[in-house]
């Protein structure tokens, strides 16, 4: 069985970067999918499913991260996460 692997970078809009709440909102949705997520910001690159490792990546506005997603469901799982990062977080949605 052959596995996708796709990567596509985004940057951190969110004026608070990306912090708890957003990094809790990343991961959940992550691990919603059976493919293998990780992140990548320059040379550190972290579980896209862990929370701690989420949160050591310390990306500010402005910040590209790279999402590679490797798995059966690997477009959907990427669409839906660059998706999350490219619309804030929702942070518009909570003042």
């Known amino acids: 069985m052959t596995k996708t ?11 608070q970067g990306l912090h708890a709440r957003p990094a809790d909102l990343f991961v959940k949705l992550a691990q919603q999918y059976r ?6 910001k320059e040379s550190l690159r972290v579980d896209g499913k862990s929370i701690l490792d989420i949160l050591m990546l310390a990306a500010v506005e402005g910040t590209p991260l790279a999402i590679e997603v490797t798995g059966d469901d690997a ?6 996460l660059c998706r ?3 619309q804030n977080f929702a942070d518009d949605l909570n003042p």
């Open 84 to 86: 999350l990062v490219e």
């Open 75 to 80: 477009q959907d799982a990427l669409d839906a």
């Open 5 to 15: 692997k796709l990567v596509r970078t985004v940057i951190v809009t969110n004026p």
């Open 35 to 40: 493919s293998q997520v990780e992140v990548s």
